[in-house]
């Protein structure tokens, strides 16, 4: 799987950052207080310079009131994420989601 900053999940997750950002009327270094983190930083996420780990993900969408569904179900149904399945995934298996075995209770 390719690792770049600037492949199309990345760049599509950055938009959707920075315009949420924008939304709340937050300049770069607004948001930088929030965090507690240099202005820096939020720039080179919003540049593609950095990737932004899950608990980071999460913690901006905290702060702007975001549904992380919102731009996960978005990545999934531009069939970004399918297109990256690893080789050994069959990719029609790994765009359907897995059945659930029936429980049985005893024997």
């Known amino acids: ?6 492949t199309d999940p990345d760049q599509v997750l950055r938009a959707w950052l920075k315009a949420h950002r924008k939304a709340k009327h937050m300049t770069q270094r607004d948001l930088a207080k929030i965090i507690d983190e240099d202005h820096t930083w939020v720039v080179r996420v919003e540049s593609g310079e950095r990737r932004l780990d899950v608990v980071e993900f ?3 969408c905290v702060i702007f ?3 992380p569904h919102e731009i996960i179900d978005r ?7 399918t297109k990256h399945a690893p080789p050994w995934e ?4 790994a765009a359907e989601p897995p059945q659930a075995k029936p429980y049985r209770v005893g024997r």
Request: charged share 30%.
């Open 58 to 60: 999460l913690r901006l």
């Open 75 to 81: 990545l999934w149904l531009m069939d970004i994420i």
């Open 90 to 93: 069959d990719k029609r298996a």
């Open 1 to 6: 799987m390719k690792k770049s900053i600037h």
């Open 65 to 67: 009131q975001a549904n």
